[in-house]
């Protein structure tokens, strides 16, 4: 039965190595090269959400082939402007360690 409450959010929704059409969600501009569970959690407790369940031995529904992951969170706003949020975390983080 489907959970109206929650929203899941995957990694290669923010992954800039797949295309728009196998899954990615934001541009190109707003993902990173191979982002970590660890570090989607962490942008989004900076974006001010609290992930509930995490799944690393999962498998994206569009590359059934490659082991994905996923956070759970509960859902305060539509999810694109989660996702949008959870981005811009992602990418300043993944600047600030390159720099």
């Given at each position: 039965?489907?959970?109206?409450?929650?929203?899941?959010?995957?990694?290669?929704?923010?992954?800039?190595?797949?295309?728009?059409?196998?899954g990615?969600?934001?541009?190109?501009?707003?993902?990173?090269?191979?982002?970590?569970?660890?570090?989607?959690i962490?942008?989004?407790?900076?974006?001010?959400?609290?992930?509930?369940?995490?799944?690393?031995?999962?498998?994206?529904?569009?590359?059934?082939y490659?082991?994905?992951?996923?956070?759970?969170l509960i859902?305060?706003q539509?999810?694109?402007k989660?996702i949008?949020?959870?981005?811009e975390?992602?990418?300043?983080?993944?600047?600030?360690?390159?720099k």
């Amino acid at each position: 039965m489907k959970d109206y409450e929650h929203v899941v959010v995957w990694l290669d929704y923010f992954n800039k190595n797949i295309t728009k059409k196998m899954g990615r969600r934001v541009s190109r501009e707003k993902s990173i090269f191979d982002p970590s569970l660890n570090e989607l959690i962490s942008a989004a407790k900076a974006a001010g959400l609290e992930p509930t369940e995490t799944n690393d031995q999962v498998r994206f529904p569009r590359r059934p082939y490659v082991r994905s992951g996923y956070i759970t969170l509960i859902k305060a706003q539509p999810k694109s402007k989660i996702i949008s949020a959870i981005s811009e975390k992602l990418v300043s983080r993944r600047a600030k360690q390159t720099k």
